[in-house]
């Protein structure tokens, strides 16, 4: 606030009532009210004055006219202001990104409970199967305890992903600030993203990017702080004025007056003081600077790791995806050979196994695929 005094005038009313034999003070105010007369000139009139009323109305402004440190400082607020802004936005994009990831976390979790939900129908009918297979003598019971451990596994992933499910649901809902008891559900499966391109890098300026810009004004406000404490050493023009009104009535106007003036003020010293300030505002100007050029340095960095991160997500992305479809056919293989009685019961429970986790592999790797996109997005954005 003392900063927009700087420039906006500073208007006061004010009303005040006496009544008074003060001789002085009786003797001006027939002066104000503009009554006075000859017969006041009396001596026994001077000395020994009747009572009487007198009402003022003053209205007083009051306004600078050069204070050149204030309009500095102003304009360092609105530097200030401006960051906010692009912090501010800055902070949503980073509750998006966050939003994001938990909604397709929510969908990793339930694409990994159909797979597991697969896996337990598949791990039911094989241990089924082998204990028909024990039952007829046909293999040992350790094959059969295998089966059943198996089972036990799958089960166990069962109960773990229905339990990361509701976790991650109550983590959305507060998010969102819904205080319902039920479980939310995607409406969609989790899918690649395409955003990526490979030049996308060469493109991208992050000086234009929301965190930096915010960097950059919060910057250029400590700057002009400094600024502004070095133009503290001139001196500040002022204007004032004046309007009273004078009756021997409340809210009377029968007499009036005013005057008005200018005031050159000019603190030669004051101590330590305003050398200490202005040390003070260098020292932050440069510190403020330094983290400027920190920050800008280390997203740089981050945004070389992120692209990283993106290449290596997508080749291991590919590379799971034919992973799944080998460890399917291989299972496929080794099922039909185990009904023919010429596999291992371990063998099959072992390629059934790697199928499922496979697919698992797979889902958690589109998912880190895709936070990497969102992440460098989230890191270039304008």
Known sequence: MKLIFAILPQISFSHQGIRTNNPVMAFSSKLNQGIFN????????????????NFTTTFEI????????????????????????????????????????????????????????????????????????YNEGLIQKADFLVAQIRLSEVETQHIKVQ?????????????????????????????????????TIKTTNLENTSDIKAFELKAQSFSKLHDAQ???????????????????????TSSDNYFFGAELKWDLFKGYSRIAKLQKTKAEAEKVKLEQQNYLQQKQNDVKQSIRNIEVSEQNMNSQKIAVEQSKEAYRILKNRYEEGLEKTTDVLTAETKY???????????????????????????
Not at 46 to 53: E, F, V
Not at 174 to 190: F, M, R, Y
Not at 374 to 380: E, I, K, P, R, S
């Open 38 to 53: 000859q017969s006041d000139f009396d001596i026994n009139a001077l000395n020994n004055p009747d009572a009487l009323s």
């Open 62 to 133: 009051a306004q600078p006219v050069l204070n050149i440190d204030k309009l500095i400082q102003r304009k360092a607020l609105k530097y200030a202001h401006k960051a906010q802004e692009f912090q501010n936005s800055y902070a949503t994009s980073a509750l998006i990104l966050k939003s994001q990831t938990l909604y397709m976390q929510l969908q990793l979790a339930y694409d990994s409970e159909k797979v597991i939900k697969k896996a337990l129908k598949t791990a039911r009918i094989n241990k089924d199967q082998t204990q028909n297979f």
């Open 163 to 199: 339990n990361q499910i509701q976790n991650l649901s109550d983590e959305i809902k507060q998010l969102i600030q819904d205080e319902s008891e039920a479980t939310l559900k995607p409406i969609d499966s989790l899918e690649v993203i395409d955003l990526w391109t490979g030049s």
């Open 230 to 252: 070095k133009y503290s050493f001139l001196p500040q023009l002022n204007a004032f004025g004046q309007l009273q009104f004078f009756d021997d009535q409340i809210f009377g």
């Open 356 to 382: 499922a986790n496979m697919q698992l592999t797979y889902l958690q790797s589109v998912f880190n695929y895709n936070y990497n996109l969102l992440y460098y997005q989230f890191l270039t954005e304008k």
